[in-house]
């Protein structure tokens, strides 16, 4: 079955760093990824849309210039949290889709920003 | 625009209990519906879908009917165990307007004690 790989599962970094998360498609070519943010009491927010080779489209009200996301081939696609502080400490889930295969999720990553 | 509504939780089930996770949608048109589990400290799995009115969706016990006349989806599992502790996501995509975005409820966190 379709195989979405996410890393790192955790990471904690200090304020001001950036991190970056990668999302791979390891058994398919993933036209499009979604980056989703955690919160607490468990619901999902969209963050952005990308389309391999081409800008992100971002949800109204995600930073742009904060969260750069770059899809440059069609099985990889990264988030980074640029300048990162601790309201940014969340659990990030990115998801790929293909022209047969339906939503494939990442296992998640934990940011922690102290 | 697309919306789901789904029963606040959390669930606390005893062992071998009925389940029923509650899951209204809106919509325009006849969209795609899903259950997504999500296990402590992971990502999404896809649980089970319905493409269109009247299917049912199974998978691990757990079944779903695609209701048109009432927009549900409600989740069902006849005896849960421990091992179904998990936050439960109802989540629609609407299909015909090119749009690829899953639309997803805030969550049911589902919590089953021995």
């Known amino acids: 079955g379709a195989v979405v790989s996410q890393h790192p599962s955790w990471v904690i970094c200090k304020s001001g760093t950036s991190v970056k998360i990668e999302c791979r498609s390891l058994?398919?070519?993933?036209?499009?990824m979604f980056w989703y943010r955690q919160f607490p009491k468990q619901s999902l927010m969209l963050m952005a849309t990308s389309n391999e080779g081409s800008k992100a489209t971002y949800e109204q009200g995600v930073e742009k210039d904060k969260f750069l996301i770059n899809h440059a081939s069609l099985t990889l696609s990264t988030l980074t949290v640029t300048s990162a502080h601790p309201e940014d400490s969340s659990f990030y889930i990115c998801?790929?889709?293909?022209?047969?295969?339906?939503?494939?999720f990442g296992s998640g990553t934990r940011l922690t920003v102290v | 625009g697309d919306s789901v509504t789904q029963m606040e939780g959390p669930v606390t089930l005893s062992e071998e209990a009925f389940l029923t996770i509650n899951c209204t949608y809106t919509?325009?048109?006849?969209?795609?519906l899903f259950w997504y589990v999500q296990y402590p400290g992971e990502g999404l799995q896809l649980l089970l879908k319905?493409?269109?009115?009247?299917d049912k969706g199974s998978n691990k016990g757990f079944e779903a009917t695609y209701r048109k006349e009432t927009t549900s989806f409600h989740l069902e599992k006849g005896s849960v165990q421990v091992s179904d502790s998990a936050v439960y996501f109802c989540a629609l995509i609407f299909s015909g307007a090119g749009s690829y975005q899953l639309t997803f409820g805030k969550g049911t966190k589902l919590s089953v004690i021995p």
């Open positions: 919509a325009t048109g006849y969209p795609s």
């Open positions: 998801s790929a889709r293909g022209a047969r295969v339906g939503y494939t």
């Open positions: 319905a493409t269109k009115a009247d």
């Open positions: 058994d398919f070519q993933a036209t499009t």
